[in-house]
């Protein structure tokens, strides 16, 4: 398929700069025709994007609503869904030139555990793409922190809930359906790089997503204006890593 005719899912501009971060780092790392595993898959839209620059994708998550929705919008040959974990994959012993795990390790409270299945899923030197939250940065901090600690109070609860689909936002997201979003891990810079050494990786670029486009109140104005949003990413690239948004990383397997 010819770059003019690859088409996006997603709308949003801090998810199309992490979109082109992946597809990027696979261009230069592995062979056109590669294979590549997608954990913690969602929906789908990363494998199917992925697909249509000829990588032979596997796209898995454990929540069959997210899977049903995956391959129901799926029209390509080269990828395939499957409800089924990564530990039960790795039994198979299919090794895969890359591995992507987007916004994915912020939901587990062991997230060594994925990441020693992923080696072992990785063929030697092979390419793994993880990209995660900012754990101290303006969203986590100002949005996702707080809405946890609210929940501890049902009547502030209820009414930051009845204020949210007033405002028109959803529980779910263009990523993903599963019914638990919940973030239990926030990852510095720092956090990410030995959690990386821990578990015989090495991480050989970080990247940056956004700014506070997603941060409310100014979410309120971004989310209809693209100008904005691609003006956010801007400045998050002029600002220190500890205000970007989220961070997007490639790794490499080093030999134990």
Same mark, same amino acid.
């Given at each position: 398929?010819?770059q003019?005719?690859?088409?996006?899912e997603?709308?949003?501009?801090?998810?199309?700069?992490? =979109?082109?971060? %992946?597809?990027? !780092? *696979?261009?230069?790392?592995?062979?056109?025709?590669? /294979? &590549?595993l997608?954990?913690?898959?969602?929906?789908?839209?990363?494998?199917?994007?992925?697909?249509?620059?000829?990588?032979?994708?596997?796209?898995?998550?454990?929540?069959?609503?997210?899977?049903?929705?995956?391959?129901?919008k799926?029209?390509?040959?080269?990828?395939?869904?499957?409800?089924?974990?990564?530990?039960?994959?790795?039994?198979s012993?299919?090794?895969?030139d890359?591995?992507?795990?987007?916004?994915?390790?912020?939901?587990?409270h062991?997230?060594?555990?994925? =990441?020693?299945? %992923?080696?072992? !899923? *990785?063929?030697?030197?092979?390419?793994?793409?993880? /990209? &995660?939250?900012?754990?101290?940065g303006?969203?986590?901090?100002?949005?996702t922190?707080?809405?946890?600690?609210?929940?501890?109070?049902?009547?502030?609860?209820?009414?930051?809930n009845?204020?949210k689909?007033?405002?028109?936002?959803?529980?779910?997201?263009?990523?993903?359906?599963?019914?638990n979003?919940?973030?239990?891990?926030?990852?510095?810079?720092?956090?990410?790089?030995?959690?990386?050494?821990?578990?015989?990786?090495?991480?050989i670029?970080?990247?940056?997503?956004?700014?506070?486009?997603?941060?409310f109140?100014?979410?309120?104005?971004?989310?209809?204006?693209?100008?904005?949003q691609?003006?956010?990413?801007?400045?998050?690239?002029?600002?220190?890593?500890?205000?970007?948004?989220?961070?997007?990383?490639?790794?490499?397997?080093t030999t134990?």
């Amino acid at each position: 398929m010819t770059q003019s005719a690859i088409t996006y899912e997603y709308e949003r501009i801090a998810d199309i700069k992490r =979109l082109n971060f %992946i597809t990027d !780092s *696979l261009q230069k790392e592995i062979p056109a025709n590669g /294979t &590549v595993l997608d954990v913690g898959c969602g929906n789908g839209v990363i494998s199917r994007h992925l697909g249509q620059f000829g990588y032979v994708v596997l796209g898995i998550d454990i929540s069959q609503k997210t899977i049903d929705v995956a391959r129901s919008k799926n029209t390509l040959p080269n990828v395939k869904f499957e409800a089924i974990s990564a530990e039960q994959l790795t039994a198979s012993g299919q090794t895969y030139d890359a591995v992507i795990c987007s916004e994915v390790l912020e939901h587990l409270h062991h997230p060594e555990v994925l =990441l020693r299945t %992923i080696y072992a !899923s *990785l063929k030697d030197g092979g390419t793994l793409v993880v /990209t &995660v939250p900012n754990g101290n940065g303006p969203r986590e901090v100002c949005v996702t922190k707080p809405m946890l600690k609210a929940r501890n109070n049902p009547g502030l609860w209820s009414f930051i809930n009845n204020v949210k689909k007033a405002l028109g936002f959803k529980g779910t997201t263009v990523q993903s359906q599963a019914d638990n979003l919940d973030h239990v891990q926030f990852f510095s810079r720092k956090d990410l790089e030995q959690l990386a050494n821990a578990n015989d990786f090495e991480i050989i670029r970080f990247a940056k997503t956004n700014f506070v486009e997603d941060v409310f109140p100014f979410s309120l104005f971004t989310k209809r204006v693209k100008a904005l949003q691609t003006l956010d990413c801007k400045v998050a690239e002029l600002l220190p890593y500890s205000f970007t948004g989220g961070f997007n990383t490639l790794w490499k397997k080093t030999t134990r």
